[in-house]
């Protein structure tokens, strides 16, 4: 069992009037300079009052009620909790990279490692150009879609007003679809996970802009079919899109650029390494093959003889345009650049190689102990879908039940509820950083967890019992909105 | 087996519709509806006096996994909206048909309730919907 | 290999498991000829190689003298805040989906969101969002979809404000058949002319945007501003900066009326200022606030105070139905992040300063601009482009185009200021210069000294 920091007051209860921190005062500054009158705050923000040490102790300790991949084993399907190397932070956090303002003249030791960076995404994902300028992978999608909505404009085919994608996709990719002005065709998925090609036939035609596809797909299986695909789009006149969601499946045995894909996008923050940082920041990168190339989003390292230089409006009138205030989360992709000069060529392709090792591995053991896989005919990819749905009719239990029982054995839950498709589910990525031993302490319990749910059921749908919290009330954070200490209406 | 009961008119997007008088309708959403939501922590209803026409979005019900518009099933005024809802949104989980219902309408024409679903024939598209 | 635990005892017994002869055959599903070939990719280095490559590259990149502000601004980092920041336990967390192992993170996240209210003076705030200009994108389209008086998809937007924040509303907002109309500053003193709201007046229109400071460094008028966009039933959308805030009217405060109209109702800017590197540009974090009436509609994560099943108080994502809901009528987002790592920076670096120590911070960097203005307007060739009051930037006029003294300037390792002879021509040959508490005395003096000799080397324009 795992111990965890317990109950810690809010920084407010802590504060005390007028206690400060000192030392990180900077030295008061002679001079008539002030705001004029009608514009001055008439009574100081209420911001904490505490010393140093209450700070640093404050926040250690909120650190230490939290599981993170550095202290647990962290198997969420489609997140790609792998290990977050100490040498991409250090290295990322030289001083003269922090201090560097983006808008001097172009800093030529960090734009190498950028330009470098783009060159590798693009010979690793099969694609002609690369822009690192999207914050995160919706951010990523956006711009892929913008640029497909883009492309068509330019060739003034006003028509293209669908994007097909399958019942199985994230939510984000219709989401985006919509938000670039788009309606969504959904298709179904067939029995063995892939996507249905006779659907897929019926839902092209002259008003098909685009499909959203990831492979492997959400279900965890590789889309045995995606040449077809490709050119059924194709052949009708749209463009592929490829969620890079699932690169750490794949990564360096299959290219989304030579499966057919038109544009892609990578989350740097999953198959890259890049911390998750408890929510972001993620980086979206996104690849192109020769037709979206002129639609990139800006701004991209360019390289003229031994110069680095940023590419803008002027040499890429088409973009679609910027998404950040300057080029982007620029300290994210400098440690995807680390991880990847770290890992190098033969690095990169043993990531799927034991990404696959390990899925397969705890999808044959986890089978072994009783536990029911979604597609049990398939491959995994590097991750797999266990459904509960016998032991919801046999014992009531729930997946968030076995989530939530999860984090008293020591363990992170895995994704559950995701994708809707499959009922109580699952969705497992152990990630190629985890060694056999852990693999095997968590199939132990995820025994114990089976022997409770036909002997004591009750400690699953009461858990979690040693977490700082029991299980929190939802519907009241939501109905009774305390989303501020002491905010006064 | 969700509850449908049999003087009310549906529609596909889970409305249910109560003949009143005189053209004068109350409308909310269905106990299949409110199942799926689980329990529901906003409503919103639609102001007093405005004028919808059939098939659009007036409301929105949310509940801790799911927020989804209500769209009005005939066309017309709304002639009062369930205030309470505000405060107690969990009565349309508690009484759909009843204490949580949504808004009412005078409907503009003569109701137009061909497109409305009988019980049986909601019950029905129900139990297709969950092949 | 990098980070691969797994002997060759482990991968056998793996694939005996399994029931396969190789890893190989793992990937038998994959149809043979899109496999791909060899890539070109560099070889793997170790982790002294790389240390050794990335010290390279810093020192070509060095450490010039900065006084570059226009968005992203240099202030002193207390040397807790990224030592905590990058404990494992926060730096290798994810998004807090099981909340009751995640309380860490998720009670900082409602410390921050508290202490954004406090600075902003507004009712709620969210987790953040990717950018300050990603972020004024979002409250476009967040004030079209809650002006419910307005069918509006028109936002005025001055030209005093950031033009890079224009552009990316453009890119994300653009879609959805947002337009954006300019609202001319007074040329003279380098604030949002309030004459040229007047053609507006009457019209239906979703939003007014205001930048405090603006652009420019200048402060606007904001409470005649806010008061003519409620009078006329725009909302208006505050884009702020949170070291000023320690100094300044929150903008939940704007406006003279009485009756509770007054405050901007959507605010949103750059977090960058509290704690957070230059870093090259990223990754910052956008901060957005607003009335408690608009909760439902304010795009990204939130994070509530609850209860558990024994009644103690703990932390959860909250409203998360808002966040894929799509509403027909109205503009969308597809937005489900939010910058958790540098919210963490942030809100460390709060506490430590407090609101007195941002105060300080606020008034040395509005007192070091002064100075530098000042050392600067006595080279010859150099004045002050405008009249109102600034925070801790502003626009001086030079007698010839900028670029080349900046040029001449970074090789002397110092970076002097944005030129903006390309965003604003109408001005001339216009710098924004901007000094931060991080400039000592002796910096300026340096940088007026190498600016005059610089000049003096080179020609007026004619």
Redesign the interface.
Same mark, same amino acid.
């Given at each position: 069992m795992t111990e965890l920091q317990s109950r810690e007051p809010l920084i407010f209860e802590l504060s005390k009037p007028g206690r400060q921190a000192g030392t990180q005062f900077p030295p008061p500054v002679a001079g008539s300079a002030q705001v004029p009158p009608q514009l001055r705050r008439s009574a100081p923000a209420a911001l904490p009052e505490v010393s140093e040490l209450q700070a640093v102790r404050h926040y250690t300790r909120l650190s230490q009620m939290n599981f993170s991949i550095d202290t647990h084993f962290y198997p969420l399907g489609s997140c790609t909790m792998k290990y977050n190397p100490k040498a991409c932070n250090t290295y990322a956090m030289l001083p003269e990279f922090l201090s560097r303002h983006p808008l001097g003249p172009e800093p030529q030791g960090f734009l190498a490692c950028m330009h470098e960076l783009q060159e590798m995404l693009q010979e690793i994902t099969g694609m002609q150009a690369v822009s690192l300028t999207p914050m995160a992978g919706a951010q990523g999608e956006f711009a892929g879609v913008a640029m497909i909505r883009a492309y068509h404009r330019a060739r003034s085919d006003a028509g293209r007003t669908e994007i097909i994608v399958p019942q199985a996709a994230h939510g984000t990719n219709p989401a985006t679809a919509t938000m670039c002005g788009f309606t969504v065709k959904e298709i179904p998925s067939d029995a063995n996970g892939d996507v249905d090609i006779e659907a897929l036939q019926a839902a092209v035609s002259p008003a098909t802009a685009g499909i959203m596809l990831t492979n492997p797909s959400t279900l965890g299986v590789f889309e045995h079919k995606i040449v077809a695909v490709a050119r059924i789009v194709h052949d009708a006149g749209g463009l592929l899109y490829y969620d890079g969601a699932n690169l750490n499946a794949i990564l360096g045995k299959v290219r989304p650029g030579d499966m057919g894909f038109d544009v892609i996008h990578m989350n740097l923050h999953k198959t890259f390494s890049t911390p998750h940082g408890g929510g972001g920041p993620g980086s979206g990168a996104v690849g192109v093959g020769a037709r979206l190339r002129p639609f990139l989003p800006l701004p991209i390292v360019g390289k003229d003889g031994a110069r680095y230089r940023w590419i803008t409006e002027r040499d890429l009138p088409q973009s679609i345009g910027r998404l950040s205030g300057f080029m982007g989360n620029a300290g994210v992709n400098l440690r995807a650049y680390i991880y990847m000069r770290l890992l190098g060529r033969e690095g990169m392709i043993r990531v799927a190689e034991f990404a696959a090792l390990n899925a397969n591995y705890l999808m044959k053991r986890l089978q072994a102990l009783g536990f029911e896989a979604a597609y049990p005919q398939r491959r995994a990819s590097h991750e797999f879908i266990i459904t509960l749905k016998q032991e919801n009719k046999a014992y009531h239990v729930t997946a968030m039940d076995v989530a939530k029982r999860l984090l008293d054995y020591g363990f992170h839950a895995p994704t559950t509820y995701f994708p809707l498709l499959v009922p109580e589910c699952l969705l497992i990525e152990p990630t190629e950083t985890e060694a056999k031993e852990d693999l095997d302490r968590f199939c132990d319990a995820m025994a114990a967890i089976r022997q409770e749910m036909e002997h004591d059921p009750e400690k699953l749908s009461s858990a979690p019992h040693t977490m700082p919290v029991r299980r929190l009330d939802d519907v009241r954070a939501a109905k009774q909105l305390d989303l501020a200490w002491n905010r006064r209406i | 087996m969700s509850n449908i009961p049999a003087d009310l008119q549906y529609t596909k997007s889970h409305e249910w519709v109560r003949q009143v008088q005189n053209g004068a309708v109350e409308i909310g959403i269905t106990d299949h509806a409110q199942s799926a939501l689980g329990?529901l #922590?906003?409503v919103e209803v639609p102001d007093v006096g405005r004028a919808l026409h059939a098939g659009e !979005?007036c409301a929105v019900v949310?509940? #801790?996994? !799911? !927020?989804s518009?209500v769209y009005s099933p005939l066309g017309g005024k709304v002639t009062s909206s369930n205030g309470t809802l505000a405060s107690q949104?969990e009565l349309l989980n508690q009484d759909p048909y009843g204490a949580g219902w949504l808004f009412r309408l005078q409907t503009s024409t003569p109701a137009d309730s061909s497109a409305l679903l009988s019980a049986a024939a909601y019950a029905s598209f129900l139990a297709d919907e969950s092949k | 290999m990098a980070f691969i635990p797994h002997t060759p005892d482990d991968v056998a017994r793996m694939l005996e498991v399994i029931g396969v002869r190789s890893v190989e055959a793992l990937f038998d599903e994959i149809p043979g000829d899109l496999r791909a070939g060899t890539l070109s990719l560099p070889p793997p280095i170790s982790e002294m190689e790389v240390a050794r490559l990335l010290t390279e590259r810093a020192a070509i990149d060095g450490r010039p003298l900065n006084f570059i502000g226009a968005g992203a601004y240099e202030h002193h980092i207390p040397a807790p805040v990224w030592a905590i920041a990058t404990r494992g336990e926060f730096y290798s967390a994810y998004t807090p989906y099981q909340a009751e192992a995640s309380q860490g993170t998720l009670q900082l996240i409602y410390e921050y969101q508290s202490m954004m209210c406090a600075l902003t003076g507004m009712e709620v705030s969210n987790a953040s969002l990717y950018d300050g200009a990603s972020a004024l994108a979002e409250a476009c389209l967040m004030a079209v979809r809650a002006n419910r008086g307005s069918n509006s998809r028109r936002i005025l937007l001055p030209r005093a404000v950031n033009p890079t924040y224009g552009q990316v509303a453009q890119a994300i907002a653009g879609n959805q058949d947002i337009s954006f109309e300019p609202v001319d500053f007074d040329r003279s003193a380098g604030r949002t002319l309030l004459s040229a709201l007047q053609p507006y007046s009457g019209q239906d229109i979703a939003a007014l945007v205001v930048q405090q400071p603006n652009f420019f460094g200048s402060f606007e008028e904001v409470d005649a501003l806010t008061d003519w966009a409620h009078e006329n039933k725009l909302l208006v959308i505050a884009v702020v900066n949170p070291t000023s805030l320690a100094l300044l009217k929150p903008p939940g405060q704007w406006g003279t009326s009485l009756d509770g109209r007054h405050g901007a109702d959507i605010v949103c800017g750059e977090g960058q200022p509290l704690g957070v590197p230059l870093a090259a540009g990223g990754p910052y974090f956008g901060f957005m606030a607003t009335r408690m009436q608009y909760v439902r509609q304010m795009p990204g994560r939130i994070v509530g105070r609850t209860v558990d099943t024994e009644g103690r108080p703990g932390f959860s994502l909250t409203l998360q139905a808002r966040e894929q809901h799509i509403r027909r009528s109205k503009a969308t987002s597809n937005i489900c992040t939010n910058q958790g790592l540098l919210v963490t920076a942030a809100t460390i670096y709060m506490s430590l300063l407090g609101a007195r120590g941002l105060e300080a911070v606020a008034h040395a960097s509005m007192q070091r601009t002064a100075d530098l203005i000042s050392a600067l307007s006595r080279v010859a060739g150099v004045k002050r482009a405008f009249s109102a009051a600034h925070f801790h930037e502003a626009v001086l006029l030079l007698d010839r185009p900028p670029a080349p003294l900046l040029a001449a300037l970074a090789r002397r390792g110092i970076l002097g200021g944005l030129d903006l002879s390309e965003r604003y021509p109408e001005l001339g040959h216009a710098l924004l210069v901007c000094a931060t508490e991080t400039k000592l005395a002796v910096d300026i003096d340096a940088y007026a000294a190498a600016l005059a000799d610089v000049m003096n080397g080179s020609r007026a324009a004619a």
């Open positions: - | 329990d #922590v906003f !979005a949310e509940s #801790v996994k !799911a !927020a518009d949104p | -």
